[in-house]
């Protein structure tokens, strides 16, 4: 089965910057797409990013386009999620998991695949 381990979390102020980093292993259909999701505490589940294995398709939440960048290094199995002008509302735990054309993540339903422990996010006012 795929395991995948996210990091790169922490505690920022509003306006500062995070890289988060999702390091998968296991099969390799299950890195064909693979999304970033957050649980906002309050809030609703939502789909943030996503990309495939080529990043010919990107996929990206309204609320974070603009200020958030997803990449990959198939060579390396890992996706990054650069996140730039964090806000209070970016408070969340992050995850990744696969995401098979990034359906999951372009209507914030849940991947059915394997997921990591997930990073905390904190975005302090």
């Known amino acids: 089965q795929s395991q995948f381990v996210e990091s790169g979390g922490g505690l920022v102020e509003p306006g500062g910057s995070l890289r988060l980093s999702c390091a998968a292993s296991?099969?390799?259909?299950?890195?064909?797409?693979i999304g970033w999701f957050r649980q906002i505490p309050g809030k609703e589940y939502e789909g943030v990013a996503c990309?495939?294995?080529?990043?010919?398709?990107?996929v990206y939440a309204d609320s974070v386009k603009g200020r958030f960048t997803i990449s990959r290094d198939s060579a390396k199995n890992t996706v990054y999620l650069q996140m730039n002008n964090l806000q209070p509302e970016d408070t969340a735990v992050y995850y990744c998991?696969?995401?098979?054309?990034?359906?999951?993540?372009?209507?914030?339903?849940?991947?059915?695949?394997?997921w990591g422990q997930g990073t905390q996010v904190t975005v302090s006012t």
């Open positions: 998991a696969s995401d098979l054309l990034c359906v999951a993540t372009k209507t914030s339903t849940t991947p059915l695949g394997s």
């Open positions: 990309i495939n294995t080529n990043g010919a398709l990107i």
């Open positions: 296991g099969s390799a259909t299950d890195f064909d797409g």
